[in-house]
């Protein structure tokens, strides 16, 4: 014989209910007061201990350093700068160096990607093969150990300017980096550039008719002899009624270097080639994946239409991959700039190196320094992804429509 348990009456169900929701509910309240507290605890040392260690080394917190001279000289400047300049100047100089690495970086490492992602995707067993390969060994391999592999055993065992090759002596590599002719601007300079800008916008105008008309109408107009057309003959006709707009500064040896012209130094180029190569291998698994969530039925569809692989890829099957590749190759961006800050290994003068390290080892102001690197490096990460996300709602938008 059971006795099964008897349920209590509803009335006291519910004030019990409530009396231990309450309990639970003051409960919670109070650990959340306490975690607080705890934190603002935290904080507070933090930042007592911090004060008294300045105070101990007598150092005085505040940015009026940033007005101080800064004494010392950048190999790679994009703006004109001089020892007697500022810290403010240092880090303007810095901040502009990792922007130009990581854009360029950013550029061949896409290209890099969508090129070895097709390679892998391709028919053609070598091909595929080697892409695999590429894949392979990049990904597994340290950073770091790739910027030191360009930097010391490529680019470092070229000779030295004396023994430099030359390219129609006018052009010099040597194991001080790449010497070209500096361009210096003459009257017709700005109507060329006004030319080009109007030539570039008058082709993606065309471009992007001829698109409209190909999907609205499966009329096919070829678009490069109008472009070509435009990026040459607008640009000639400005140098034909305004003149040349730019002469060339040839560069001379002098000594044990050379005098005159424009230098890419080897920093610059064993960072922007590691990057982009290492960035590119992960960004290379991400198109492949995003090519082959698009159902084969479409590609299949592409081709029963007349269409070549190159164009079914094209138009049909990476328009619908990039919602899927966009997400993550954002984090590849982000990964590439962050990681650029690898530089102060071989010396490339970016913001963590001229600034984080040179500026902060000569003024000990360390919290100010690290504050403003941490908020630049953070305001670059915030503005990529805005770009990326405004990008993705255009491609989501042109889908849906």
Do not use: C
Request: no cysteine; proline share 5%.
């Amino acid at each position: 014989m059971s006795i099964e348990p008897r349920s209590p009456p509803p009335q006291y169900a519910a004030r019990l209910k409530r009396a231990l929701g309450g309990r639970a509910g003051w409960g919670g309240f109070i650990l959340q007061i306490l975690f607080v507290a705890a934190l603002v605890w935290i904080g507070y040392e933090i930042v007592a201990n911090a004060r008294a260690n300045l105070e101990t080394q007598r150092i005085t917190s505040g940015f009026g350093f940033l007005g101080n001279t800064a004494g010392f000289d950048v190999s790679q400047t994009l703006i004109p700068y001089s020892g007697s300049d500022s810290y403010t100047r240092v880090f303007l100089v810095g901040l502009l160096n990792t922007l130009l690495v990581s854009v360029i970086g950013i550029f061949f490492a896409t290209v890099i990607g969508f090129i070895v992602a097709l390679g892998r995707l391709s028919p053609n067993w070598l091909l595929s093969r080697i892409s695999g390969g590429y894949v392979e060994l990049i990904r597994n391999l340290p950073l770091l150990f790739q910027i030191l592999f360009w930097y010391l055993a490529v680019l470092a065992a070229l000779p030295n300017p004396r023994q430099s090759v030359s390219v129609f002596g006018s052009i010099f590599l040597s194991n001080r980096g790449l010497v070209l002719p500096r361009p210096i601007g003459e009257p017709g300079f700005e109507p060329f550039v006004f030319a080009v800008l109007i030539a570039i916008i008058g082709a993606i105008g065309f471009w992007r008719y001829a698109r409209r008309q190909l999907f609205e109408s499966g009329r096919v107009i070829k678009v490069w002899p109008y472009a070509l057309g435009l990026l040459i003959g607008l640009p000639l006709v400005s140098v034909l009624i305004f003149g040349v707009p730019v002469s060339f500064e040839i560069p001379v040896l002098k000594g044990f270097n050379f005098a005159g012209g424009s230098r890419v130094i080897p920093e610059f180029v064993a960072l922007t080639v590691a990057l982009s190569t290492y960035t590119a291998a992960f960004i290379a698994e991400i198109v492949r994946a995003g090519i082959l969530s698009v159902h084969k039925g479409q590609m299949e569809a592409g081709s029963s239409l007349g269409l070549q692989r190159g164009s079914v890829l094209r138009l049909i099957v990476i328009p619908q991959a990039m919602r899927v590749i966009l997400p993550p190759l954002t984090n590849q961006y982000l990964n590439l700039t962050k990681n650029s800050s690898l530089a102060v290994a071989i010396g490339y003068p970016d913001l963590v190196s001229v600034f984080a390290g040179t500026t902060l080892s000569q003024t000990g102001q360390a919290i100010e320094i690290i504050g403003i690197t941490m908020g630049v490096y953070l305001l670059i990460s915030l503005l990529t992804s805005a770009i990326m996300s405004f990008y993705g709602w255009r491609v989501g938008r042109s889908m849906n429509g």
